[in-house]
């Protein structure tokens, strides 16, 4: 069956730094693969998709690697700020009608 | 959050009750899906939906009914309650054009 692992363990980094965080998965090959931010209390809110086509995506301060043969996508917050603490999922597509398959999620917590 | 609404978003139940939870969308669109939320397990799919009276199950159905009788409301059912069932329940939508989804505030139900 499809698996999604991320870090468990919070990611603790002082302000200004780089945040990555992981996303692996096996037994798939996803047309597409997402990122979600989840502010405790509240529903998940998207932030970037890159395709299975596409090396580098781009956001503002973020930025989001996949690669196809590792089975990863890396997930970066650069000149990190303590607003970014949250937590962060990974979901990929599981074919059909739009369905995700979502990671547990990594902490961020960015002090200053 | 994108015009969906769901409700209640907190209930308690005892085990053996029937618990109805709603989602409602503004937007008229066709996808719609539940999960749930526990820890260390992220979010996971329990049904969705790509039209009116068209519904499927997800990853996790077992005990879980649901029913979609106009495009705007999409209605989870737990038959009977059971403490497993403890959780935060999620709605999203994902419009045509996207690939992302959109997430409801959430429900957190309590079987006691």
Redesign the interface.
Known sequence: SQK?EQN?EALNIQEGKTATLTCNYTNYSPA?L?WYRQDP??????LL?IRENEKEKRKERLKVTFDTTLKQSLFHVTASQPADSATY?C?L?SGG?????????TRLAVHP | DAGITQSPRHKVTETGTPVTLRCHQTENHRYMYWYRQDPGHGLRLIHYSYGVKDTDKGEVSDGYSVSRSKTEDFLLTLESATSSQTSVYFCAINPESYNEQFFGPGTRLTVL
Do not use: E, H
């Open positions: 999604i468990s597409y997402q209390g509240r529903g998940p809110v998207f998709l999922l979901a597509d009608y739009n369905k995700l398959i979502f990671g547990a999620g």
